[in-house]
C-alpha cells in the first residue's frame, strides 16, 4: 500500500519549507530511514526521511519549491502503484484548463510585441501539424533588410520565424548558427548581443544561460537568500524605523574581565558583558522589550534575547529563552552554544524564533558603528561596534582618550517613540560604564517603575 511523504511541520510558527535537494528520484528503492531530500527553513537544514521501505512512485515538487507544511511531497510503495491520487492540488493545477493548440484561433504577428534588443523571446516548440519556416512579411523584410530570416530563432507558432525575429536582429539580436539555433530551441540558451562568427552570427559555443550577463557569475536568488532578502524588505517597508546612536567607556568593562581571568574564573567576552547589562536594562524598559503587532503592542515580563550569527548558509537569530533569568556564566555558555549549533547546521527551529529583543555586533569585523535593520515583530535591536578611541573631557577641563564601543539601538517609531528609547540608551551606557557583574552594584534586575 503507497504511503505518502508530508513536508514535516519544523517548529509551531513554520508555515513552510524549502525544498532544496532531491536525493532520490521516481523508481529507486528506499529503506525506512533513508534521506529522500534536503529541506530548509527560513534558517536552518533538515533531512527529510522515508517513513517506509519500498520505491519512490512520484516526486510531487521540484528542487528550490517553497513547499507548505503537511503537504504530500513524495509517495513511497510498491512498484507499479499509481500515485497520482497522492499529489497535491497547486494553484497552477487548479488554475483552469489548458488551451488548446489546435482549436486557438490564428495570432496575429503584430499583436506581439516586437522582441526586446539584445533578447531572444521564448520559442515555442514546434507541435504536431504546425506550419514551420518563415512568414511572408518577416521574408520581405528580411529581403529589404538583407537579413537571412533562416538563420533567425523563430518565436512563432511551431518555431517559425515571423516578423517580430527579423526586428528584433534589426535591432541588435545577432543572427544563430544551425548548431546555435537548435541549442535556443531544445536546450532554451540565449545568444550573446554580439556572436563570434562572420559578421556577428551567434555560434553554438557563444551561447549560455538566461540572464548571463558579461563579465559576472550569475547566481540565482534563493533559498535561506531569498528568505533572508524577503524579511528585509518587509522589515523595511512595514515599520518605521529610527536609529539613536551612543557610546560607552569599556574601562569598567575591561577591568571587571581582568580581575575574573587573575581570580581563575571562566573566561566571559565583551559581547557578554553587553548582553548581561543589556538584558537586564530591558527589564527596566518593558517598552522596548516588546512587539509591534499593527494594533497592539505585547510587552514581555522577561527577555528572551536574540543573537545575529554569521554562518556559512547565512545570517542567523538563535533566541536565548529568558535569558534574564540566568547568571553571567551560564548566559554566555548559552550564546556560544546556540551560535556553535547554527554554524554546525543542527540548531532547531524553534529556537530561531520567539526572541524579543535582539542583539548583532560586527565589532569583531572592524565596524565601528552601523544601522541594524528590526528582526520584526521585535520592536527594537542592538548594534554593537568595535573598540575605538574617544576624547572625553574630565572633571577638571582636561581631556583623556578612552576606549569607548558605540551603540546603534533602532527601534519602531510606531511601538515607541525617540525620548523613551534615548532614556533606555542612556541607561544602558551608565550600566556598561559602570559595570561589576553585581545586578545590585549595577541596579541590574530591578523592576521598571
Avoid at 526521511?49 to 528542487?63: I, K, M, N, Q, R
Avoid at 493545477?93 to 486557438?104: F, R
Avoid at 574581565?257 to 567576552?269: L, T
Avoid at 543542527?346 to 528590526?374: K, R, S, W, Y
Wanted: proline share 6%; hydrophobic share 40%; glycine share 10%.
Amino acid at each position: 500500500m503507497a504511503t505518502p511523504v508530508i513536508m514535516p511541520r519544523q517548529g509551531q510558527s513554520v508555515e513552510s519549507c524549502i525544498l532544496t535537494e532531491w536525493k532520490v528520484a521516481p523508481g529507486d528503492q528506499v529503506e525506512e530511514g533513508s534521506v529522500l531530500a534536503v529541506i530548509e527553513t527560513d534558517k536552518a537544514s533538515f533531512d527529510l526521511e522515508s517513513p517506509v521501505a519500498g520505491t519512490v512512485l512520484d516526486l510531487f515538487w521540484e528542487a528550490d519549491d517553497d513547499v507548505p507544511v503537511l503537504a504530500n511531497v513524495t509517495v513511497i510503495g510498491d512498484e507499479g502503484e499509481d500515485a497520482s491520487g497522492f499529489r497535491p492540488v497547486t494553484e497552477a493545477a487548479s488554475s483552469g484548463p489548458s488551451v488548446d493548440s489546435t482549436s486557438s484561433p490564428a495570432i496575429s504577428e503584430t499583436s506581439v510585441p516586437a522582441a526586446s534588443v539584445g533578447t531572444v523571446a521564448s520559442p515555442v516548440s514546434a507541435a504536431e501539424g504546425s506550419v514551420a519556416g518563415v512568414s511572408p512579411r518577416a521574408r520581405q523584410l528580411a529581403m529589404r533588410s538583407g537579413i537571412d530570416p533562416d538563420s533567425l530563432l523563430g518565436t512563432g507558432p511551431g518555431g517559425r520565424v515571423i516578423e517580430r525575429d527579423v526586428q528584433g536582429a534589426l535591432e541588435g539580436t545577432p543572427r544563430l548558427s544551425a548548431s546555435a539555433s537548435a541549442l535556443a530551441r531544445e536546450g532554451g540558451l540565449e545568444p550573446p548581443v554580439h556572436g563570434g562568427g562572420l559578421s556577428g552570427m551567434a555560434l553554438a559555443s557563444d551561447m549560455r544561460e538566461p540572464g548571463s550577463i558579461d563579465g559576472a557569475e550569475v547566481v540565482p536568488v534563493k533559498g535561506i537568500r531569498k528568505v533572508i532578502a524577503d524579511r528585509m524588505m518587509q522589515s523595511l517597508g512595514n515599520t518605521a524605523q529610527l536609529t539613536l546612536h551612543a557610546a560607552f567607556d569599556v574601562t569598567a568593562a575591561q577591568a571587571f574581565r581582568k580581575a575574573r581571568k587573575e581570580s581563575g574564573e571562566p573566561k566571559v567576552s565583551l559581547n557578554d558583558v553587553i548582553s548581561h547589562a543589556l538584558i537586564h536594562t530591558l527589564l527596566r524598559h518593558p517598552d522596548l522589550n516588546a512587539h509591534f503587532l499593527g494594533d497592539r503592542i505585547a510587552r514581555f515580563e522577561k527577555v528572551s534575547l536574540g543573537t545575529a550569527v554569521d554562518t556559512d548558509r547565512g545570517l542567523m537569530v538563535p533566541v536565548l529563552s529568558k535569558a534574564c533569568c540566568l547568571s553571567l556564566d551560564n548566559l554566555s555558555a548559552g550564546i556560544r552554544g546556540l551560535a556553535e549549533e547554527c554554524r554546525e547546521g543542527t540548531i532547531q527551529p524553534d529556537q530561531l524564533t520567539g526572541g524579543t529583543f535582539t542583539l548583532t555586533n560586527l565589532g569583531m569585523l572592524g565596524v565601528e558603528h552601523f544601522t541594524p535593520v528590526l528582526n520584526i515583530p521585535e520592536v527594537a535591536i542592538l548594534g554593537v561596534g568595535g573598540i575605538s578611541i574617544r576624547p572625553v573631557r574630565g572633571e577638571t577641563g582636561e581631556v583623556n582618550f578612552v576606549d569607548s564601543i558605540a551603540l546603534s539601538l533602532t527601534m519602531d517609531h510606531q511601538a515607541i517613540d525617540g525620548a523613551p528609547a534615548a532614556r533606555f540608551l542612556k541607561d544602558l551606557v551608565e550600566t556598561l560604564e559602570n559595570y561589576s557583574g553585581d545586578p545590585a552594584a549595577n541596579k541590574i534586575g530591578e523592576s521598571s517603575k
